[in-house]
């Protein structure tokens, strides 16, 4: 024996790792499918093993990788090989796109960058396993000055309160709100309960100057909006 340690070469996944790094570096996102992008994401979690075959798994299981990041930890805890730590890191990466997504609507007028306000919504709701009612609370610029959410509720209904969200909307000194919640079916049509809330909030926030700009409804299908649908007028069937 010379002393010496043989070489030994590199599992074949880390050559891998270093063309799925170049690809993304010299195309972006859109150069990769979900499951690829999702492998980035997994190579931190998981330095030492391919990942290629969980992520796959990941994205068979829950559709997209949207909905992989977007899903509770119990149930990305069912997919053999995600650890609590995956989980972990991958709520973080929800976390941050959503704080990007509020970013990009906070203190700016909302008419304005309408299609940012929706990818918002989308992005911090479309996914949630149970119904979610929030309200972005506008000042006189049409600036969102908080957005809360109002109740929690089931995965078919969320039970709202229409003098409690004005009263809010008085408290923050809102000029104008505007109301969203989530389909967790995925279908973002408003039901009637939902046009009949809507409107009861219209009634009672227009004596207090309270505007109702919009109802929107988001799902993992798309969004609806209440006024693009003309629901909110008076004689709206």
Not at 105 to 115: C, D, E, I, N, T
Request: proline content about 6%; charged content about 25%.
């Amino acid at each position: 024996m010379t002393g010496k340690l043989a070489a030994v070469d590199p599992p074949h996944h880390y050559g891998h790792r270093d063309r799925l790094r170049a690809r993304f570096r010299d195309g972006g996102a859109e150069a990769l499918p979900d499951y690829e992008l999702l492998e980035l994401l997994l190579f931190r979690s998981i330095p030492r093993r391919d990942v290629k075959p969980l992520a796959k798994a990941l994205v068979a299981r829950f559709g997209s990788f949207a909905e992989v990041i977007a899903a509770p930890p119990r149930l990305l805890a069912e997919v053999e090989g995600v650890s609590e730590a995956v989980a972990l890191d991958l709520k973080i990466v929800a976390a941050a796109g959503g704080r990007l997504a509020r970013g990009a609507v906070a203190k700016r007028p909302v008419l304005a960058s309408w299609s940012q306000v929706l990818e918002y919504c989308r992005t911090v709701m479309a996914f949630a396993e149970r119904e979610d009612f929030r309200v972005l609370f506008l000042d006189k610029r049409n600036a969102v000055i908080a957005d809360e959410e109002q109740q929690r509720g089931t995965v078919d209904h969320t039970p709202v309160y229409p003098r409690e969200v004005v009263r809010r909307a008085l408290e923050l000194s809102a000029s104008a709100i505007i109301l969203v919640h989530n389909h967790p079916s995925g279908d973002p049509s408003p039901s009637s309960a939902d046009i009949r809330m809507t409107r009861e909030i219209m009634r009672v926030a227009a004596p207090l100057s309270v505007t109702v700009h919009d109802h929107i409804i988001v799902g993992r299908n798309g969004h609806a909006s209440m006024r693009g649908l003309r629901l909110l007028e008076p004689d709206a069937a």
